[in-house]
């Protein structure tokens, strides 16, 4: 790999990054030492390093050596610390890189600490600061504070401290705006640090650096502290650990709310279009999530993230929305900027239009979450036992409703597997109120459960197909229907028969497109994949299942992060990383083979 002394580089492949997050916001760090996105202070900030989107004017952080290099890279083990391993014919160097946190928890600023160690021979490394322009929404200037490069975007303030990182020079007028950018080179045992600080419309501290040093140890400490909590002993151990770190850093702890993927905008498909911003809580992800945090005997997550859908819920009442803003807001349209967008593929958008949209699975998702919660051993309040009833009798009256479906589609259908949502809504209702942890007379909603499992049965299964149908009168095929596998809607005939439809007609080996059509519009979608996989384990194809998984968690990038979706012909990673979704779906099928999977037939699939 050589360096690249053009500014504004094309980005090739989405694979090549890495996410480390503190709680509050996400960085993605490149294979070239590159940090192309970080919003801050939050995750839903308007980014000031976003380069990845923006390649003239988004700004980056860049740390690279200034000759011919190989790079490794790696978490460090059960943390989101990141280290990657510079390699050149002098010498070679190694790069820590974390949002640090602080002794009680995140800091109240966000911190971006870069450690850079001399490992054998001598490595010379270049380094640049350049803030971008938030999407062409402010002009970013610099000025000289106590010795510092102060770095201003707006109510954006940047400083820039370190030590043994080489004399400073800062520019009022680079080729894309101001920056500051400095050169050292390290030798063996040496060890120099850069150290990037944010607030917006707050004072801002300079940090000291010996005190950064210590930070990015606490900071792994942390992390290890976390991962020492998480229970998991089984198959794809590693990638199921790693899955649950990447979740964990889309875990927004002011609130608990928990986004569904860190960035916006990456593109869908090489047409466009379908760019999204993913930077909120759906009530789906944050479900799912939470079904899987308590799997693992996570206690704090589980509550912090139900508390707040609950309240959130309660608060913006009476209707349920499909998502929320990390702090609990209803999100009302969304905005598109002038800039180009990955690889020229736009358009660059904040917000998201989903908003408005009935979608009815997810009532099934936000009885599944308390559900999952009350068969731990937690109580319910007053207040939102009596919100839930409500919601089942609302579930009642709406499922026979037309709407958007899992994929916030804008033909408005009676989607089959929205029906099989509000199916699992009901009768997770039932089971609720039967062990007293809701209010309510459950004959209601019994009855309305068993009408929809006939409606499903009557409209959204076509002998023709031999499947269950993505809506009535159609031969389309929907991998949200596997869902249902897990749910217990159904576990017999006809999802095996659907399993084999699905994987026939929307197959690309062991990937899978989301519903019919898609092959010509986008590429295959992650989650789907790893749906099929536990669905397989759920109807008793257990060998199946384990091979399906053994062959999708090669699909994951050198550290084991997925993007939402994988081009089926050479691996690229398309759409928003890390996605929750689809590292929920490594999560859940993992899970799912090891409980009903006999034991030992997964011993033996390790000899």
Not at 267 to 293: C, I, M, Q
Request: negative net charge; glycine residues 10%; hydrophobic residues 40%.
């Amino acid at each position: 790999m050589s360096r690249n002394d053009d500014a504004r580089p094309r980005h090739r492949d989405l694979r090549e990054y890495a996410p480390i997050g503190d709680g509050r916001t996400i960085a993605l760090v490149g294979r070239r030492g590159q940090i192309d996105w970080l919003p801050v202070p939050s995750l839903d900030s308007l980014p000031v390093f976003a380069g990845i989107l923006d390649a003239e004017t988004g700004g980056r952080i860049e740390l690279e050596p200034d000759e011919e290099y190989t790079v490794r890279r790696r978490y460090v083990a059960r943390t989101n610390v990141l280290q990657t391993t510079f390699t050149t014919a002098s010498g070679r160097a190694r790069v820590t890189d974390a949002l640090v946190t602080g002794v009680a928890g995140r800091l109240p600023w966000a911190e971006l600490a870069r450690r850079i160690e001399g490992i054998s021979g001598r490595v010379r490394f270049r380094w640049r600061v350049q803030p971008g322009t938030r999407f062409q929404t402010a002009a970013p200037w610099i000025e000289k504070r106590d010795g510092a490069s102060i770095l201003r975007v707006g109510d954006i303030s940047l400083a820039v401290v370190g030590e043994g990182h080489g004399a400073e020079h800062p520019e009022a007028d680079g080729d894309a705006g101001p920056l500051v950018q400095g050169e050292f080179t390290t030798s063996e045992g040496s060890r120099s640090i850069l150290v990037l600080v944010g607030t917006d419309g707050e004072p801002l501290h300079l940090p000291v650096p010996a005190n950064v040093q210590r930070g990015i140890d606490r900071t792994i400490d942390g992390w290890r502290a976390w991962s020492r909590e998480f229970s998991y002993d089984g198959p794809w151990q590693d990638l199921v650990q790693r899955s649950s770190l990447a979740l964990k850093l889309l875990v927004y702890a002011p609130t608990g709310a928990i986004a569904a993927a860190a960035t916006t905008s990456l593109p869908e498909s090489p047409r466009g279009g379908k760019n999204w911003d993913y930077r909120f809580a759906w009530v789906r992800d944050l479900a799912y999530t939470t079904h899987a945090l308590v799997r693992f005997g996570l206690r704090e997550e589980t509550h912090a993230a139900i508390s707040w859908l609950l309240q959130t819920i309660r608060r913006n009442g009476p209707e349920l929305h499909v998502f929320y803003s990390l702090r609990g807001e209803v999100i009302d349209g969304s905005r598109e900027h002038d800039v180009a967008g990955w690889q020229g593929i736009g358009p660059v958008v904040t917000g998201n239009p989903a908003h408005g949209q009935l979608q009815l699975g997810v009532y099934g998702d936000l009885f599944a979450i308390c559900r999952t919660y009350v068969e731990a051993g937690n109580i319910l309040d007053v207040a939102t036992g009596r919100s839930l009833a409500a919601m089942a009798d609302r579930t009642c009256d709406l499922w026979r409703q037309p709407d958007s479906g899992m994929w916030e589609l804008a033909e408005l259908r009676h989607y089959t597997s929205s029906k099989m949502g509000c199916w699992q809504a009901l009768n997770d209702a039932v089971f609720l109120v039967e062990q007293g942890a809701i209010p309510g007379s459950p004959e209601r909603w019994r009855s309305e459960r068993d009408r929809i499992a006939a409606w499903v049965a009557e409209h959204g299964w076509s002998d023709e197909v031999g499947s269950y149908v993505m809506y009535p009168g159609s031969g389309d095929l929907d991998t949200s229907v596997l869902l249902h596998a897990e749910s217990g809607f159904d576990r017999g005939e006809r999802m095996a028969a659907t399993i084999d439809a699905i994987s026939r007609d929307l197959g690309a080996g062991p990937l899978l497109y989301r519903y019919s059509g898609m092959d010509q519009e986008e590429h295959t979608f992650v989650a789907s994949a790893f749906w099929r996989a536990g669905a397989l384990a759920c109807i008793g194809r257990f060998n199946e299942a384990v091979a399906a998984m053994d062959e999708l968690v090669g699909y994951a990038n050198d550290v084991g992060i997925f993007a939402e979706m994988i081009a089926e012909d050479d691996g690229a990673f398309w759409g928003n990383l890390p996605q929750a979704l689809s590292h929920l779906a490594v999560v859940s099928a993992a899970l799912t083979i090891r409980e009903l999977v006999p034991a030992r037939m997964l011993r033996d699939r390790e000899r």
